[in-house]
Nanobody, 114 residues
Framework: VQLQASGGGLVQPGGSLTLSCVAS????????MYWYRQVPGKQRDWVAS???????AYADSVKGRFTGSRDNAKNTMYLQMNSLKPEDTAVYYC?????????WGQGTQVTVSS
């Protein structure tokens, strides 16, 4: 399975971005999908989870600002990011488990700066 993440970029504080992650295989059987982020020199941190029923969970640092979703028909997961802060600057990765194997997307850079 290949995961292609996109949508990152440079945005001012308070701005918004929407990340997408397209899977090369059908995600209809994937029970949960995840977003992580990583700052250089630090560990990769969990950001959000999206269940097969659309249920979501978020890290405290993004709760109320980020919204995860998925579209099984398009084999795509999303992360809508609002009220962005400089501390949200990171490379964002998507992740899922398919047929007992974990897969990572290649990452997309989000930079929040004025």
């Amino acid at each position: 399975v290949q995961l292609q993440a996109s949508g990152g970029g440079l945005v001012q504080p308070g701005g918004s971005l929407t990340l997408s992650c397209v899977a090369s295989e059908s995600i209809s059987s994937v029970t949960a999908m995840y977003w992580y982020r990583q700052v250089p020199g630090k560990q990769r941190d969990w950001v959000a989870s999206i269940g097969s029923d659309g249920s979501t969970a978020y890290a405290d640092s993004v709760k109320g600002r980020f919204t995860g979703s998925r579209d099984n028909a398009k084999n795509t997961m999303y992360l809508q990011m609002n009220s962005l802060k400089p501390e949200d600057t990171a490379v964002y990765y998507c992740r899922l488990r398919f047929a007992a194997t974990w897969y990572w997307g290649q990452g997309t850079q989000v930079t929040v700066s004025s």
